[in-house]
T-cell receptor, first 112, second 115 residues
Framework: AQSVTQLGSHVSVSEGALVLLRCNYS??????LFWYVQYPNQGLQLLLK??????LVKGINGFEAEFKKSETSFHLTKPSAHMSDAAEYFC??????????FGTGTSLTVIP | DVKVTQSSRYLVKRTGEKVFLECVQD?????MFWYRQDPGLGLRLIYF???????EKGDIPEGYSVSREKKERFSLILESASTNQTSMYLC??????????????FGEGSRLTVL
């Protein structure tokens, strides 16, 4: 079975600072990778996804992530945090079937 | 706009009650999922379905059952609700596994409290 590890269940950044949320996965085959965002009392919304091709993926709200096969990582970044970025972020992997595997989430706090 | 709709955003039930959580998607997706979300545990898969009348157990199926009589609708049933089933329940759907790059589309969630 695959697994997804998100380092840091809580991350705090100052408004305007770099956001870095870490995700590592275990996979014996090329995975399909996703980042989702969840605002309070809402469902999950897709931020971005990596399937094939360019390893640097751009998503909504200024977020991007880089797939690094050698490090089995898919870290999420944003150059400048905004107050509206405060939310829970989930990294997920889909295998070649229909199975999705989620990390336990990282709660992002943005300090004014 | 594509949509996954969960019938109830907030529910309060009593121990022993039968609970139905309904989910409808309008994207003609074959695959539908029910997850449970608890703080610190992330999303845990309860059941999923690849097609009408088909269902597969996920990681935590105990105490739950599902029904998929129509392609667009996937229901989660708690036969006899217990307090440890107090949680946020998320429904999701995705296109067939033949297109494996497809992402999950989520509903808004149903927050269930069992007293």
């Amino acid at each position: 079975a695959q697994s997804v590890t998100q380092l840091g269940s809580h991350v705090s950044v100052s408004e305007g600072a770099l956001v870095l949320l870490r995700c590592n996965y275990s996979s014996s085959v090329p995975p399909y990778l996703f980042w989702y965002v969840q605002y309070p009392n809402q469902g999950l919304q897709l931020l971005l996804k990596y399937t094939t091709g360019a390893t640097l993926v751009k998503g909504i709200n200024g977020f991007e992530a880089e797939f690094k096969k050698s490090e089995t990582s898919f870290h999420l970044t944003k150059p400048s945090a905004h107050m509206s970025d405060a939310a829970e972020y989930f990294c997920a992997v889909r295998n070649t079937g229909n199975q999705f595997y989620f990390g336990t989430g990282t709660s992002l706090t943005v300090i004014p | 706009d594509v949509k996954v709709t969960q019938s109830s955003r907030y529910l309060v039930k009593r121990t022993g009650e039968k609970v139905f959580l309904e989910c409808v998607q309008d994207m003609d997706h074959e695959n539908m999922f029910w997850y449970r979300q608890d703080p610190g545990l992330g999303l845990r898969l309860i059941y999923f379905s690849y097609d009408v009348k088909m269902k597969e157990k996920g990681d935590i199926p105990e105490g739950y059952s599902v029904s998929r009589e129509k392609k667009e609708r996937f229901s989660l049933i708690l036969e006899s609700a217990s307090t440890n089933q107090t949680s946020m329940y998320l429904c999701a759907s995705t296109i067939s596994g033949r297109v494996v790059t497809g992402e999950l589309f989520f509903g808004e969630g149903s927050r269930l409290t069992v007293l």
